[in-house]
C-alpha cells in the first residue's frame, strides 16, 4: 500500500495514468490497473475515452462485471433542477467529502468516473482524499481516538426515488475498519447519509465527536488530499473502501451542462481478475 503525501498529483508523476485502449487491448496493463487500485495508491486516471456514453460498461466487461445499484449500472451524473434533484450529487451545490453508497450493507469496492462534458465555468473541480493516510496520522497523533472511530459504529440511512424505482436503505458501518491482521481494510465516510439515530451512549459522545471532528481536519487538509479538475474524455478510478471525493459547486449554462458517467466494481470480480491474470504472467498474486 502507497499512502499519498503533499505532492500527491497525475501531472508529476506520482500517481499512475492510464490509456483507455491500453487497457481494453494488454492484460498486463489490466493489471497494472487493477492492483494499483486494490493494493498501491488506490487511484488512477484514465486518459482517451471516447467521449461516448457506457464505455465505463466496456472497462467493467473487461474486468469481469459491473455492480447494479440502485441508480442504476452505468448511469449520468448531472445536475437537475432542485424541484427535482434527488440528491446534492445531481445538484451544482458544492459537494462535501464522502465515500459512496455508504448507507448500504456492501458499498462498492471500486468506483469509476467518467467525465463527458466538463463546466466551463471555473467550479466543478473535484478534491480526492486519501483516507487511509489520514486514518494513519490520526492512528500517530492521537491512538485512543483512532481506537475509538474503530469500534464505534454509525448508523447511515437513504430514502430515495430513482428511474430504478423506490428505496430505502439503512446499515451501519464503523468510520475506520481493520482487517483480522489489525490493518487498515476500510474508511467510510459521509456526513449527508448519516441517521438522526447515533447508536452510542450518552456518555461516550464526546470522546467520539472529539475523534470524528479531529479525523475530518485530517481528511480535508492538504496532506491527504489534492484538487483536480477532470477533462472531457478524463477518468478517474478510485478504492472507495480507501479513497473519499469532493466537488466544488459551479454553474451550468444553455451551450454547456456537466455530465460524468459512473459506475462500480467489487472484490469479488477485482480479486478474481487479479489472480486470473497473476497465474496467466507466472507470478505470485497479491490478492
Known sequence: MQLWDDQASFENGTLPVFDFHELLQDDKVLYKWLVTLACETGI????????????????GDRAGYLLSTNYGICYDIKAYSQDVAR????????LPLHSDYVFITSPPAIAMFHCLFQTKSKGGVNQWIDGFHAAHRLWEEDPESFDILTKTPIAYRNITRTEVGEFHNTS???????????????????????????PLEPKNMKAFYKAYIRFTQLLLDNKSSFWYKMKNGDGICVNNHRVLHA???YEDSTDNNRVFQLAYMDWD???SKIRILSEQQGIPSPV
Open 44 to 59: 488512477a486516471k484514465l486518459e482517451n475515452i471516447p467521449m461516448e456514453r457506457q464505455q465505463l460498461s466496456r472497462l
Open 172 to 198: 451501519n458501518h464503523r468510520l475506520i475498519s481493520l482487517d483480522a491482521a489489525g490493518k487498515l481494510s476500510q474508511v467510510g465516510y459521509s456526513d449527508e447519509f448519516r441517521d438522526r439515530h447515533m
Open 269 to 271: 470480480c477485482v480479486h
Open 247 to 249: 466537488r466544488n459547486g
Open 87 to 94: 440528491d446534492i450529487g445531481y445538484t451544482t451545490t458544492s
